[in-house]
């Protein structure tokens, strides 16, 4: 197939371009629609196009077109995305069409190529690059796709400050549900003197159809199945709902038996986890597929790949189904349409209709699409009565009609066709004011006034709105100038920002000069340097070098799980390899329901606690108040936090958040598996394995290798390998970021990751922890335990025993030093094993008792963590 930019004429000329483009679209088996071509022929010809068409419509040609026009014409193109996973897909994409050469991605934490003619990054790189250059931006073409975020509360702003600074480039909008852009369109346009041309057909080249039905869900899906309009894609608006509904529907008989054993064969021996893993492996090999945030992303990839290849027939997801997945779906059964938005339940917006509903029937899998909305479940029950009344009008007088549940907020097929007919809701202007804006905007320089001015009050904010960022800038400003951050120099400058003559005594600031046309106004500059990424990268991460400065490499006395510890000098708990791990912590968002669950066990040891005490409920109940989730050093981190901030006040732009997630885990020497369970998060594995991955890469990035005590190498060395074994597809996509390959378009069930055998050191510390794990429950006298992690090992006479020789088993850093760990890696009698002896720490310090245990090395290998078998406690 011929390259399309072999084929992009040489002097470009519109007419030639537009043709080259519509062959090499036609060569590949895609001629275009009736919009592609509208869209592609305004682009050539220099207008703006706002292209508003449904889902499948092929907006992601219209883009390449872009792309290829501004190469065409030796500018640079940008790509902007609201969400890294959809940058990177497209980073690939690109790629292939335009070479490797030519494509580069920048990201908050990482970039690829940054000075190729194409770029592909989320909307807030462009935003803040647009703050710092200006107009003077080279951004011959922004793309913004999925332009419907423009009205998101907190990240509007981005998808509005390009619009309204980059005055030279030419913008292409893209989104299935703009609705009424009349007013951005206009806007544009006088700002840029550049034509805007609105493409919004509204006709899909694969045709949908609508349906509201009263049956039970189970009923509708076993209709949908029997008139062949599978894979059907179950919406619900909460992950339980999904998860609840694909466990019901495992009743009926989705697949035959030889469409499990192709399932079987598919899965191979991709490698599932105790709890919701094992219940995903019935439920797929039953032809049923979960899907939504809080799952594993290999297991949201296993769940696309077999979608694709035809072997599941439902889906049972969120609606986050409405940003990208990316699997052929015919049917879209939405269970509700109200949702609870994180303030209070609410009906869908026509938007958020529209979105889920464009992702039935896929152009090059289907003809035609089918929406089909449930009716409330007591609208169901009162069709069911009817219907079995018949026309009995005693039977149909005795029916006792349910009414919707208290607080309920339901909908009726009249709401149904409502949303079916409605346009997408005008978009909301979400501008916002922050401190990092503010510093980009002045470390722009020139006139940093005029610039501010036009910002926050030439934007598309209604007039009070404008005045509230007016007064809120000013108030951020006036911070930076008392913290020496910003200073405004007597000495005017004209509005080119050359440095003017002195302003005379008893003049004003800012009036023209006698004999000078122009006007003058104070110079305003930095008086720090900013790094080239400023607000592009994490923000706090300055803040964790300052403080990790002040933590003393030297000590070592471990604290208790809450935090706590004795020591002298210096700050901290007295476990520098932790605290360190606890300062990362703090700069990263709040896993918040992993937090929540630990707040959860913590009010319920400490009512536990107070019943002991014999404290009354009232006071209980205040009490219990106070009663947070872990924060190892909370109190020391807000005072550094606010010493920083009296500096560099724009931190205050982002939330200190101090947190112990990756801390308890290790302290508790628990698997990944085992501190899902013991906090009961399996929805949320996830998200949780997300956080993980994010303070590994944090603490790698961040912390300098100065600082790194061989404690704190050995934390991360196992975190880091925690996360490959868990799954592997995180750190592999941030390894393909770094040396990025073409895909080659087959889909593939994510294989296994390394051996867990080949990381020593990781291997070793997972390891010490299953030991240390066991001296944990022992110091606590946890008998039963005990016994349910080895049954065989007799650890109640072997507890009794020691405790008459000692009072007490140590659990602190001494007790878990790698001394005290004895291994002999080649067995004589156990090939495949090693013997492994921890050595306990008693308070006589006599180390006469030990765990004995093997290390089963297969194993290991084949589950992705240290299988670990106690023989027993034994006095030495």
Request: aromatic fraction near 6%.
């Amino acid at each position: 197939m011929t390259s399309l930019m072999d084929a992009m004429p040489r002097p470009f000329e519109a007419g030639a371009a537009f043709d080259a483009i519509a062959a090499w679209s036609a060569e590949g088996g895609r001629p275009l629609y009736e919009a592609q071509e509208e869209a592609i022929f305004e682009l050539v010809a220099g207008a703006h196009v706002i292209l508003a068409t449904p889902t499948g419509s092929g907006k992601s040609l219209v883009a390449v077109a872009a792309h290829a026009i501004a190469l065409a014409q030796g500018h640079r193109s940008y790509y902007t995305a609201p969400i890294k996973a959809l940058v990177s897909e497209k980073f690939f994409q690109l790629v292939e069409i335009f070479g490797a050469e030519n494509v580069g991605m920048v990201t908050g934490d990482s970039a690829v190529n940054g000075d190729a003619l194409i770029i592909c990054c989320t909307a807030e790189i462009v935003a803040n690059l647009t703050l710092r250059q200006g107009a003077e931006l080279e951004a011959g073409v922004v793309i913004m796709d999925e332009f419907h975020f423009y009205a998101e509360p907190e990240r509007g702003w981005a998808w509005q400050v390009p619009l309204l600074t980059l005055t030279g480039a030419q913008f292409l909008l893209m989104s299935a549900t703009l609705g009424d852009m009349s007013a951005i369109a206009a806007d544009l346009q006088r700002r840029t003197e550049r034509p805007v041309s609105e493409v919004t057909h509204t006709e899909r080249p694969i045709p949908l159809t609508f349906e509201y039905v009263r049956t039970p869900v189970h009923e509708t899906v076993e209709r949908l199945l029997d008139e062949k309009q599978a894979p059907v894609y179950v919406v619900h608006f909460s992950q339980a709902a999904a998860m609840e509904r694909a466990q019901a529907l495992s009743s009926i008989r989705i697949v035959s038996r030889e469409q499990r054993e192709e399932i079987a064969a598919a899965i191979g021996d991709f490698r599932f986890s105790t709890g919701f893993g094992s219940t995903l492996s019935r439920l797929v090999r039953s032809g049923i597929g979960v899907h939504h945030a809080g799952m594993l992303p290999k297991y949201r990839r296993l769940v696309e790949v077999l979608a694709q290849r035809g072997l599941l027939r439902v889906i049972c997801g969120t609606d986050t189904l409405g940003v990208g997945i990316n699997v052929p779906i015919r049917t879209v059964l939405i269970t509700a349409l109200s949702k609870y938005d994180g303030v209070k339940m609410r009906q869908l917006s026509a938007r958020e209709f529209h979105q889920i509903a464009g992702r039935a029937g896929r152009a090059g899998y289907d003809t035609a699409g089918l929406v089909v909305v449930q009716a409330p479940d007591h609208e169901v029950e009162n069709h069911l009565a009817t219907t079995k009344a018949g026309d009995d009008p005693k039977k149909r007088k005795k029916i006792v009609r349910k009414s919707a549940p208290a607080g309920f907020v339901t909908w009726s097929e009249t709401s149904f066709e409502r949303l079916v007919g409605g346009a997408p809701e005008p978009l909301e202007s979400r501008m916002q004011v922050s401190a990092a804006m503010l510093i980009n905007l002045i470390a722009r320089g020139g006139d940093v006034f005029g610039n501010a001015r036009a910002l926050l009050t030439d934007n598309h904010e209604p007039p009070h709105r404008q005045r509230q960022l007016v007064k809120r800038a000013l108030g951020i400003a006036k911070t930076l100038v008392r913290a020496a951050v910003v200073v405004v120099d007597r000495a005017p400058v004209n509005n080119s920002g050359q440095t003017g003559a002195q302003t005379p005594a008893g003049a004003r600031e800012g009036a023209p000069r006698s004999g000078s046309p122009e006007l003058l106004t104070p110079r305003i500059r930095l008086t720090v340097d900013l790094q080239p990424n400023f607000a592009l990268n994490q923000p706090l991460s300055p803040f964790a070098l300052a403080v990790i400065e002040l933590l003393d490499p030297d000590e070592t006395q471990s604290a208790g799980r809450d935090g706590t510890g004795s020591h002298t000098g210096g700050v901290g708990t007295g476990h520098y390899a932790l605290d360190v791990v606890s300062v990362i912590e703090s700069t990263l968002e709040n896993p918040r329901p992993v937090l929540s669950q630990q707040q959860f066990r913590a009010r319920g040891e400490a009512i536990a606690g107070m019943k002991v005490e014999g404290i009354e409920y009232d006071e209980r109940m205040e009490l219990l108040d106070q009663v947070e989730h872990p924060q190892p050093l909370g109190e020391l981190l807000r005072e550094a936090f606010e010493t920083f901030a009296a500096s560099q006040p724009w931190i205050r732009d982002v939330e200190l958040k101090p947190k112990s997630v990756v801390r308890d885990m290790f302290e508790r020497a628990m698997t990944f598996s085992e501190y899902v369970s013991f906090y009961g998060i399996a929805r949320s594995e996830g998200l949780l394995l997300r956080y993980l991955s994010d303070a590994d890469r944090a603490i790698r990035q961040t912390v300098p290798d100065e600082a790194k005590t061989e404690e704190l190498r050995d934390i991360i060395a196992w975190l880091g390998e925690l996360v490959r074994q868990v799954d592997s597809s995180l750190l592999d996509e941030w390894e393909a970021l770094s040396n990025p390959q073409p895909d080659d378009g087959e889909p593939v069930i994510p294989p296994p990751p390394p051996s867990v055998l080949t990381n020593r050191r990781a291997f070793m510390v997972l390891v010490r922890n299953e030991l240390f794990r066991r001296v944990q429950l022992a110091a606590l006298e946890r008998d039963e335990e005990l016994e349910n992690l080895d049954p065989q090992a007799g650890w109640p006479d072997a507890l009794d025993a020691y405790y008459a020789d000692h009072e007490s088993i140590g659990a602190g850093g001494a007790a878990r030093s790698p001394s005290l760990l004895q291994i002999d890696e080649s067995p004589a009698d156990a090939p495949g094993t090693w013997r492994v002896r921890q050595v306990i720490d008693d308070p006589a310090g006599d180390h006469d008792w030990g765990i004995d245990a093997i290390v089963h090395l297969g194993e290991s290998a084949e589950q992705g963590v240290a299988v670990v078998r106690v023989e027993g406690l034994n006095r030495l």
